[in-house]
């Protein structure tokens, strides 16, 4: 933990670790800047709408941002389009899933085809898993 001064004199401590300035403004493009099926979805999952439960958009956990986290539940939903079929991001789909479920994390993966033809369906794995 690091501490800096505060206005009363004293020293306010930090408990989260900073995120790098990279990653911050990342996330933060990322999320003025979702795909429609990104959109769609978080539009049933913000603001406690889903079962009561927090999701946060464009979260950083480690090195990776993901596009969808309910902390509590320890859930991370990824929406994949078209290059996710192309070898190399296969590839480092997989590294990036064995890192995060190393971690605690359940990664459920949709493509972004199924949002838009069977959002009804992808919302109830999601309830599957948080239920």
């Known amino acids: 933990m690091s501490g800096i001064p505060d206005r009363r004199g004293g020293v306010a401590m930090h408990t989260k670790p900073k995120i790098s300035e990279k990653i911050s403004v990342r996330t933060?493009?990322?999320?003025?800047?979702?795909?429609?099926?990104?959109?769609?979805?978080?539009?049933?999952?913000?603001?406690?709408?889903?079962?009561?439960?927090?999701?946060?958009?464009?979260?950083?956990?480690?090195?990776?941002?993901?596009?969808?986290?309910?902390?509590?539940?320890?859930?991370?939903?990824e929406l994949d389009g078209w290059q996710h079929k192309e070898e190399k991001q296969e590839r480092y789909d997989t590294v990036r899933t064995e890192f995060l479920e190393s971690c605690g994390f359940k990664v459920l993966r949709f493509w972004n085809n199924e949002i838009n033809n069977n959002l009804d369906g992808v919302v109830f794995k999601i309830e599957e898993f948080v239920n």
Do not use: A
């Not at 795909?35 to 009561?52: C, D, M, Y």
């Open 28 to 77: 933060k493009n990322l999320r003025r800047n979702q795909t429609p099926q990104e959109v769609i979805l978080w539009s049933r999952l913000r603001g406690n709408r889903f079962h009561g439960l927090k999701f946060r958009r464009q979260h950083s956990l480690g090195r990776y941002i993901v596009d969808f986290v309910c902390l509590d539940k320890k859930l991370i939903i």
